[in-house]
């Protein structure tokens, strides 16, 4: 039976073939982003159900004919998993929901991940033709998100091609976005994948470090329930490099290793104070709300409920931290940030989304020291005013101390946000690998290829922090590249 959405579809379809043949470019250029639907910032911030509603079916073709169908389309060299966007958006505009699923699962492990967590405004649609006309770029990552969505919600969820197994057996380590879209790559081709999680559950970041307001753990489950059906094996609570050794891999007749294994190892600041409770690291924090339901009553790790809560960073992980303490009941949830706002390198929506539930942005601050009670729980912190000096190498304007200007901020919770660095576990394990000073894993870029001729990595473990998209990437050229080698043998 036809859905109320495909019935419209279909009702439509006919007076938008005909404005589809006298539609000029330069009209679909004039046509107005659609507006993704939010949840009121008041209701949402104190529960955990997701902000952005995502788009229906009118919304979604209305949005689908602002695409150009450029002869070149350069929204693809901004995607990191090389989604064929002009094809999947055109089978939207046209209604071909399925289709426009179809083909965005040709290249993409976790399309209804993507549209959701990627900084599409920093990658695909970065390179949209209609920013050099002065427009809004076509909202590529809403549509894919859409035609994800659609699909699940229709229960017609397509399964892609596999080849005829091959009997070769490949070891994932991490079941985070380098991992899976590796793991779905590489089972396309025949082999025979099994993917080793050291928590209790499969998704890595996707699940400890992003909260449900954000990216619900449904999504998730879906698109590794298909990587399932295409035969993908998962085994949890294993841990490569105690449970299971780089020989045991061999022995059990492993030719090829990817890992995938993140960068788990929260960095801190070593501040006086850093140790009084009360202050913890991001990773800490999300992953027991996240993945060990700390925040509900009767949890077997809860966590504390701050009503003065300092979040130290500016990415997207700190807006994660004080968003989730916001709807745990802080009164006064606040993020702390040595650069300005403009520096931050969250999304432009995950800041927008923190000021609408009321967040407070101090920014040009540096925290350098945290004071506590007498039972050594964190109850102030101090903080360095700063401005902004010469550019560093990251290109941004390097913060400078105002010499004599403090602040004092009276806290009872300090959240951690300033990045993270790969768990040595990994890299002491395998010997023979190389290791940068940053502990991460040395790969020949073209390929992802490690030192050791057999393994191969990708996504923090390589870059030390990168987005989902990029880790994606990382693990589609990690599995072309081995199945070259393997191929050739």
């Known amino acids: 039976m036809a859905t109320t959405e495909e019935i419209k579809a279909r009702r439509s379809e006919s007076w938008r073939e005909e404005l589809r043949r006298n539609m000029k470019n330069k009209e679909r250029a004039d046509l107005p982003r659609v507006h993704m639907p939010e949840l009121d910032p008041e209701y949402r911030s104190h529960n955990y159900e997701e902000v952005n509603l995502g788009l229906n079916a009118e919304q979604a073709m209305a949005e689908a004919q602002r695409c150009l169908d450029c002869p070149v389309p350069t929204c693809m060299t901004g995607c990191p998993v090389e989604i064929n966007i002009p094809t999947f958006i055109k089978n939207i505009e046209r209604g071909e929901f399925l289709e426009a699923a179809k083909i965005v699962k040709e290249t993409s492990a976790l399309p209804a991940v993507c549209g959701r ?9 970065s390179k949209c033709i209609h ?8 909202a590529i990552g809403h549509l894919e998100r859409f035609a994800a969505d659609y699909e699940r919600e229709s229960g017609k969820i ?11 057996k490949i070891a994932v380590v991490g079941s985070g976005p380098a991992g899976l879209s590796f793991a779905g790559d590489m089972v396309k081709l025949g082999y025979d994948i099994t993917v080793f999680e050291a928590l209790h559950e ?14 619900p753990n449904e999504i998730v489950d879906v698109e590794i329930d298909i990587l399932a059906k295409m035969g993908v094996k998962f085994i949890t609570n294993c841990i490569i490099g105690k449970t299971i050794s780089y020989e045991d891999l061999h022995q059990d007749g492993f030719k090829g290793i990817f890992i995938a294994s993140g960068a788990g190892l929260p960095n801190f600041m070593n501040i006086p104070g850093e140790n009084l409770a009360g202050v913890l690291s991001s990773n800490e924090y999300l992953t027991r709300v996240n993945l060990m339901a700390a925040a509900k009553e009767g949890a077997d790790t809860p966590v504390f409920h701050g009503k003065k809560v300092a979040v130290i960073g500016g990415g997207n992980t700190a807006m994660d931290s004080v968003r989730t303490a916001r709807r745990l009941g802080a009164e006064k949830a606040m993020i702390i940030y040595r650069r300005s706002e403009e520096e931050m390198p969250a999304r432009l929506e995950e800041v927008k989304h923190a000021k609408e539930e009321g967040i407070i942005f101090l920014t040009l601050h540096n925290p350098v020291e945290y ?6 729980r964190v109850t102030q912190m101090k903080l360095q005013k700063m401005e902004l000096g010469e550019a560093d190498a990251s290109g941004r304007r390097k913060p400078v101390e105002i010499e004599g200007a403090i602040d004092l901020v009276d806290v009872d919770m300090v959240i951690v946000s300033i990045g993270v660095s790969p768990n040595p576990l990994i890299p002491s394990a395998f010997k023979g690998l190389d290791i940068s000073r940053w502990g991460t894993i040395i790969v020949d870029q ?4 490690s030192a050791l001729p ?6 923090d473990i ?3 922090g990168a987005t989902v998209i990029l880790a994606m990437g990382d693990g589609r050229k990690a599995a072309a590249a081995m199945n070259k080698a393997l191929s050739s043998l």
């Open 446 to 449: 073209d390929s992802m290829q």
């Open 117 to 125: 967590v990627c900084p599409q405004e920093k990658q695909c649609e």
């Open 202 to 215: 499969i998704g890595g970041v996707l699940k400890y470090g992003i909260p449900e307001f954000r990216l």
């Open 371 to 376: 004071s506590g009670d007498e039972k050594g």
């Open 462 to 464: 390589v870059r030390g």
């Open 158 to 168: 397509s399964v892609p091609e596999i080849a005829p197994p091959n009997k070769i």
């Open 131 to 138: 920013l050099k006309m002065g427009k809004d770029p076509v």
């Open 454 to 459: 057999d393994v191969y990595a990708g996504g």
